[in-house]
């Protein structure tokens, strides 16, 4: 069964850290360009980092950028969102995604595998 799991959510103030995991089973997980979205309640789901298949190059949105890290190993099949200086507007529902390329799609509609997603609450 070719699946995303995500742990690492919660609730955390303002300023703090989460680091979020996301392990894949099922397909080969070296073969896939990995990413995280996000959705803040009556708001469109947005891409929030994305990695290529081997870690060579990746992407952040403008909002996040020098705050959070992505990161994968391809030896646990895991791909990894290190949050920092966390800030209320982070508050969403993170999910992980797969895409099989080698390259580095930034367009949700080129990722075809999801993960049920977690939870992420920023508190004032």
């Known amino acids: 069964q070719v699946q995303l799991v995500e742990s690492g959510g919660g609730l955390v103030q303002a300023g703090g850290s989460l680091k979020l995991s996301c392990a894949a089973s099922g397909r080969t997980f070296s073969s896939n360009a990995m990413a995280w979205f996000r959705q803040a309640p009556g708001k469109e789901r947005e891409l929030v980092a994305a990695?290529?298949?081997?870690?060579?190059?990746?992407y952040y949105v403008d909002s996040v950028k020098g705050r959070f890290t992505i990161s994968r190993d391809n030896a646990k099949s895991t791909v990894y969102l290190q949050m920092n200086s966390l800030k209320p507007e982070d508050t969403a529902v993170y999910s992980c995604?797969?895409?099989?390329?080698?390259?580095?799609?930034?367009?949700?509609?080129?990722?075809?595998?999801w993960g049920q997603g977690t939870q992420v609450t920023v508190s004032s």
């Open positions: 990695i290529n298949f081997n870690g060579g190059r990746s």
């Open positions: 995604a797969a895409a099989l390329s080698i390259g580095l799609p930034l367009t949700e509609r080129f990722y075809d595998l």
